[in-house]
């Protein structure tokens, strides 16, 4: 409890700055009193990366030097836009998730390449040849030709958006493997930044990082052809990655790994969903769940650019993270497998009452024996009017739904971490593993999630414990799991009217107030349970990244942590930016002054 006096003010605005401030000082003392392992994690993480930060001067030139990782990199200091430390666990997860894939395929190259062998050993002795004799050098038609000249060891990297060089530097220093990497940019000044940072670590700037100047998407549809193609396409822009996701998908070889983010989540979480549309091709609804639905929304999206080149997305890793999304997919080629995109993606129905939801796959696929057959999806799925509360539905998507992550990779990742050195994550290297262990406990097959929260903000009752919760619908039968997205998530295979079920029990439990008639709440109360839900605690009610005490959801480790403004042309910016503005408004008050010398003119001819 605080030891605080609410004074009279003379004022209903008065009043309510009051209570304001009451609830700010609460929610400080309830922060301070946490005091948890996550927000000392977050402090640390902000303390680190502006220790990092000191000025470099170059031929009269001040620069900023930050160290990350094991790069050094030097921006403009008239420029620190240039630089967000927020996005740097985007880069440690992208280091460690590109590591995770070279090991991979690694491996499915050598496994190939040795299936090939022994297939050439056995044509030469069913030939009467000795299958011990050199053979040669491998056969060069389809798409195995790609990787004949090639020391299969090795990636080749596209860092499409490269800004100042810093991604590529770690990619080039902390990453086994890597043949080279193109660091492009669309900017001259920005490809200048980015040579100065290659030669400032020592990396040789002709053969391991290749500084590119050029639009991001003519790269890549420069590098269509397969013995141009890249192992790994990294797109990480300022706002929306749509304008360049048909040329990614297009640019990566067989089996390679293309890395989004994507930060105009305002879009992606419903609050613009006829631009949603306009850029992703899908309509985005504000619910609970909104940051998987965003992540669902991209999957499909790129996954719809991949089949029109008989190409289709395998997702490893999809997380929503601070205010942005980062996702991890490998690209294949095959004509048979594009067949399948059509019951991959779902619409969305969604109670405007109650929230309960519906998916409508866009098509299915029957089998019989060896038959396949494709067919167009049937439904709707629900009524006109939401069985549990008689309200209309609204429709979203479509999107993914299928598994947005890999549990295989997901696992190799963990292990991979694991395995970094400690001083290379040390701002992150809890929080990685601690998400990534909730990502490895989320059910795959279960798309989108409910909040506790919001269900018992529906029916306006007194909310359970997490665990109570989870231990019913355990003790029913179903499955359940947490989100990464969403501390609060209850992601489950249980339908809608089971958890009301298990809702209208609680309530009998507590003091419940009967709800206003007409509302969604009444409408829900109204009805029996159908299922007696029994409350005892299970075994699995918490997940066991919660038991272990990881960082599962950090807090930030400083104010206004987020997105900053769009980077600036160049160095000088600033000033060209403010010359440039005085000008127009220059301008303007000079049109103005000359209208008025002309009105007034004409108000003497009227008079004469």
Same mark, same amino acid.
């Given at each position: ?8 003010? $003379? ?21 301070? =009193? ?61 280091? +460690? ?12 190259? $050598?496994?190939? !390449? ?68 193109? !660091? ?63 040329? !990614? ?56 650019? +991949? ?15 601070? @205010? ?13 497998? *594009? ?8 619409? *969305? ?14 098509? =299915? ?34 999107? %993914? ?67 109570? @919760? ?27 009217? *089971?958890? %009301?079920?298990?809702?209208?029990? %609680? *309530? ?12 969604? $709440?009444?409408?829900?109360? $109204? ?13 699995? !009610? ?18 206004? %942590? ?47």
């Amino acid at each position: 409890s605080l030891n605080v006096k609410v004074f009279s003010f $003379a004022g209903t605005r008065c009043m309510l700055r009051g209570c304001r401030l009451v609830l700010q000082m609460s929610q400080k003392a309830v922060t301070k =009193k946490k005091g948890s392992a996550s927000a000392a994690a977050a402090g640390t993480a902000g303390a680190a990366a502006a220790a990092a930060r000191e000025l470099h001067t170059i031929d009269g030139e001040e620069f900023i030097k930050v160290k990350e990782g094991s790069a050094e990199i030097l921006f403009p200091k008239s420029n620190e836009v240039f630089y967000n430390p927020v996005q740097e666990f985007n880069r440690d997860l992208t280091v +460690a998730v590109i590591q995770t894939f070279q090991r991979i395929n690694s491996k499915e190259r $050598a496994a190939k !390449a040795e299936a090939r062998k022994q297939n050439r050993a056995a044509e030469q002795k069913k030939r009467g040849q000795d299958g011990d004799d050199e053979a040669g050098p491998a056969p060069t038609r389809g798409k195995d030709s790609d990787y004949v000249p090639r020391d299969f060891t090795k990636i080749r990297i596209l860092e499409a958006l490269s800004a100042t060089g810093l991604r590529s530097v770690r990619f080039a220093k902390e990453i086994e493997g890597v043949d080279f990497i193109v !660091a492009n940019d669309y900017s001259e000044d920005a490809v200048v930044n980015i040579r100065r940072n290659v030669l400032h670590n020592g990396v040789d700037a002709d053969t391991k990082i290749k500084p590119s100047l050029g639009d991001a998407s003519l790269v890549m549809y420069q590098h269509r052809a397969p013995h141009l193609r890249f192992d790994v396409v990294d797109i990480d822009p300022y706002g929306s990655a749509a304008p360049f996701l048909d040329a !990614a998908v297009q640019s990566v070889v067989d089996g390679g790994l293309v890395c989004v983010t994507c930060t105009d989540m305002a879009i992606l979480a419903g609050n613009h969903s006829e631009s949603c549309y306009a850029k992703y091709g899908a309509i985005a609804l504000r619910t609970k769940a909104c940051h998987e639905m965003a992540l669902r929304i991209i999957l499909h999206c790129i996954n719809l650019h +991949a089949s029109r080149y008989k190409r289709y997305i395998v997702p490893v890793l999809s997380m929503s993270i601070d @205010f942005y999304v980062r996702l991890f997919m490998r690209v294949y080629t095959s004509a048979s497998e *594009v067949k399948n995109s059509a019951s991959k993606a779902s619409m *969305v129905y969604q109670c405007v009452g109650c929230d309960a939801t519906e998916l409508q796959p866009l098509g =299915k696929v029957s089998k019989s024996g060896a038959s396949v057959k494709f067919k167009p999806g049937t439904g709707p799925p629900v009524d006109m009017h939401c069985g549990h509360c008689g309200r209309a539905h609204q429709i979203g998507g479509p999107m %993914w739904n299928t598994a947005i992550h890999d549990g295989d990779f997901v696992s190799e990742l963990l292990q991979t971490i694991h395995e970094i050195p400690k001083d290379r994550f040390e701002n992150n290297r809890d929080r990685l593993v601690g998400q990534l262990s909730v990502v490895k406990e989320e059910l795959p097959d279960v798309p989108l999630y409910y909040t506790l929260h919001g269900m018992v903000a529906k029916l306006h009752c007194q909310s359970p414990s997490m665990s109570v @919760f989870r231990s019913a619908i355990l003790n029913a039968g179903y499955r359940v799991s947490s989100s990464h997205a969403n501390p609060l998530a209850v992601k489950t295979d249980a339908p809608a009217e *089971v958890l %009301w079920d298990i809702l209208r029990c %609680w *309530v009998k439990t507590t003091n419940f107030k009967q709800p206003k008639e007409g509302s969604p $709440a009444h409408a829900i109360m $109204a009805k029996e349970p159908k299922l007696e839900a029994n409350f005892d605690k299970h075994k699995d !009610a918490v997940e066991s990244s919660k038991r272990q005490g990881l960082t599962r959801f950090p807090l930030n480790p400083e104010p206004n %942590w987020g997105p900053k403004a769009r980077a600036k042309a160049g160095s000088d910016a600033s000033a060209v930016g403010a010359e440039i503005k005085e000008q127009q408004v220059h301008k303007r008050k000079t049109q103005a002054g000359d209208g008025e010398e002309d009105a007034e003119d004409d108000k003497k001819k009227v008079k004469e």
